[in-house]
């Protein structure tokens, strides 16, 4: 048969050629025709996908309205100025300001009885009557509202705070979001009987600057507003719907149509080059993450060094500082007390000297330990300096600091095991409680140092609380170190 058709050919050749020219035509019909309805699927899907996306766009923006209003309708000024209207007050946290800040293009305030009191238009005060104008489209969504309230509806969403009623309609002849709350008590302190509230409505228009942003933002091409539904073939239109159905207008735009014959071409091309960017991405991801993870623990531990003492790990003067004066502002709002603990080591120097400074290091350490293991977690124990510590009680009662006090001299009294010799030391502790007339921490130092100076002056191994005796005491020891020339207090052993 082939034979036959190749002679036939040589007479004939349209019999060779038209065969093979309808197979290419066919072929190049076919692989048209798939090229043509990929691109066409292509191009529907992404059209689809900029409807879906500008369709939650404006979902979302309709539900920001009524939080947008939420920061100044859930405020008892708000509720006090609808009773008294002060129309500057206004123009600052419900009209101007909404506009401004939020850009909502109308705003009007309402008393409990629907009467205008306030009006904004386009970011300037206006006469409460134009109210009038947007009336129509606006009594209704009132009338919802007072029934929510009436009934005691919840707030619509997780996020709000109160009921409202969001809706599409035409206001001043711009197609617009229109959203109405309730202007209520924060504190809950001003009683408003439900349904009677005062009520504040926001206007979004949808043309001008909102069609603009929505554009920009989800870069839309050729984004326009339209009455109609006046599209190209090679355009989409987004319908503005109103809760009722009607529509009020048409977002028109050019979507974004790619060619499937380009993305074919394209294909492999970003397939590789996505591989190559997600591989690169993620060694750049793994390293950021690794130098980051090494930048903290570094920047930790710089931060723990610079407020620890390197020897005892304890909190050195500056974290001592900042914590104490911390928990003396909180004292003067929570009424609750705060007691001081100044600790000196007894027969410290002895050891000291006799073992050297580095039994004295490894002495103090222990003690530091000792001493953080007798107290509770929500206390602090710092060391300032030498054998110097101090210990912040919170919220302590007489019987805790007692209880305490007689726990830590326990503690340090205990033998301790230091580079193969057992030495054996006391403590003295100086006390100072808050008070209402402790005016800050200094004073509060003071009162700690001048308490334990007195133990220290008993004998050491015991504590003293201070009290205005102790004022007397030292008041009178620095008028006779004076007579005298010497130092009025000595240093401590």
């Not at 309402?110 to 386009?122: E, F, T």
């Not at 001008?208 to 073939?233: C, V």
């Amino acid at each position: 048969m082939l034979t036959l058709l190749l002679r036939r050919s040589l007479i004939k050749p349209w019999l060779l050629i038209a065969p093979i020219g309808i197979a290419v035509v066919a072929i190049g019909f076919v692989v048209g025709a798939l090229l043509h309805w990929s691109a066409l699927q292509v191009d529907n899907a992404a059209a689809s996908r900029e409807k879906d996306t500008l369709a939650r766009a404006v979902h979302r923006s309709i539900q920001r309205i009524g939080k947008d209003q939420e920061a100044s309708t859930v405020w008892d000024d708000a509720v006090v100025h609808v009773i008294a209207p002060d129309a500057e007050w206004f123009d600052a946290n419900l009209g101007i300001w909404m506009h401004s800040y939020y850009g909502h293009d109308e705003t009007f305030v309402l008393d409990p009885h629907d009467r205008p009191i306030y009006a904004m238009i386009g970011g300037k005060r206006a006469a409460p009557e134009s109210y009038s104008s947007a009336r129509p489209a606006i009594s209704s969504l009132v009338r919802e509202l007072r029934k929510k309230m009436a009934s005691g509806a919840a707030a619509d969403g997780t996020d709000t705070q109160t009921p409202g009623v969001q809706d599409l309609a035409v206001v001043g002849g711009h197609p617009a979001i229109v959203s109405v709350k309730p202007i209520v008590s924060d504190t809950g302190k001003i009683e408003q009987a439900p349904g009677t509230e005062g009520i504040h409505v926001s206007v979004r228009y949808l043309d001008g600057d909102f069609a603009s942003r929505l554009a920009a933002n989800y870069q839309l091409n050729d984004a326009r507003f339209s009455w109609q539904d006046d599209k190209k073939p090679d355009q989409a239109a987004y319908p503005f719907v109103a809760r009722e159905g009607s529509v009020l207008g048409y977002l028109i735009w050019s979507p974004y149509l790619p060619g499937s014959s380009v993305r074919m071409a394209l294909q492999p091309a970003l397939a590789a080059a996505l591989a190559g960017i997600t591989i690169t991405i993620g060694i750049l991801v793994l390293a950021l993450r690794q130098g980051a993870s090494a930048l903290a623990k570094s920047e930790a531990l710089a931060c723990h060094l610079a407020e620890h003492d390197s020897l005892t790990n304890l909190p050195n003067r500056m974290l001592f500082n900042r914590r104490l004066q911390t928990l003396l502002d909180q004292t003067r709002t929570s009424k609750t007390r705060l007691a001081l603990l100044a600790i000196d080591l007894d027969r410290f120097k002895p050891v000291n000297d006799r073992l050297g400074h580095a039994a004295g290091d490894e002495l103090l350490r222990q003690v530091g330990a000792r001493l953080s293991y007798a107290v509770r977690d929500s206390d602090m124990v710092a060391r300032l300096g030498g054998d110097e510590f101090f210990v912040i009680l919170w919220e302590a009662g007489d019987e805790l600091i007692d209880a305490l006090c007689r726990r830590l001299l326990s503690v340090v009294q205990a033998p301790f095991d230091v580079l193969e010799d057992t030495v054996s030391i006391g403590v003295s502790i100086g006390v100072a409680v808050s008070s209402t007339d402790t005016v800050d921490e200094e004073q509060l130092v003071r009162r700690a140092d001048l308490a334990l100076y007195s133990a220290k002056r008993m004998g050491g191994g015991r504590h003293v609380r201070y009290s205005e005796t102790l004022e007397g005491l030292l008041t009178s020891r620095v008028a006779r170190a004076a007579r005298l020339e010497v130092s009025p207090i000595p240093a401590r052993a």
